[in-house]
Structures are given as C-alpha cells and as structure tokens.
Nanobody, 115 residues
C-alpha cells in the first residue's frame, strides 16, 4: 500500500523559510518521479516542483531560485526547501507520485506566510 505523509508546514513571516518533507512507504522513491503541488483557497492545485527518478528537477516560474526539491533515497523521503517566502505561497502543499490523475497523494500540509 502506497502512503505519502507530508510534514513541515506552519506559519512563517514573509522572507522566511520552511522545509517540507514527504515521507513515503510502499514504494522505492529511487524509481519514481515525485512532485510537489500546492492549492490556495479557491484556486486549482498547481505543480510547484518535480524531482524525476533520473535526478532532474523542474520548478514553476513563480518559485524558481527560491525553492529546492531534493530526495533522500535511504529515507524514502522527498523534501521541498522554501526560501524567501511570499504571502502568495500560502496554500496547502501536497506531494504526489504517479501523476495528478491516477497517482497517490498525501494529506497535505498547510503553509501560511503572513506578518
């Protein structure tokens, strides 16, 4: 059974940093592309960052240069380091494996950026 559990969200001031973690079970992350999405209130769920099984990374234009996706294969965990956070980053953050239509999702972790 595949399970994804996000953690690390919270309240942070603008300009601050957070590190999200996506702990996985039931899969070997070495062989999967893992994505981070976010969904702000009243908006669609958008792709933020992608870490492919081959090691390449991709980012939404809005987070390039500030967010970094990485993985620890030994821990079966994928991370999202978020720096220079802006209020527009306020959202629930989800990790995904297998794609947004048929893949697996975690329960999400809330990130709030506010003074």
């Amino acid at each position: 059974q595949v399970q994804l559990v996000e953690s690390g969200g919270g309240l942070v001031q603008p300009g601050g940093s957070l590190r999200l973690a996506c702990a996985t079970s039931g899969i070997d992350v070495r062989f999967y592309t893992i994505d981070w999405y976010r969904q702000a209130p009243g908006k669609q769920r958008d792709l933020v960052a992608r870490n492919s099984s081959g090691g390449s990374t991709n980012y939404a234009d809005s987070v390039k240069g500030r967010f970094t996706i990485s993985r620890d294969n030994a821990k079966n965990t994928v991370y999202l380091q978020m720096n220079s956070l802006k209020p527009a980053a306020t959202a629930v953050y989800y990790c995904n494996v297998g794609g947004p239509r048929v893949g697996y999702w975690g329960q999400g972790t809330q990130v709030t950026v506010s003074p």
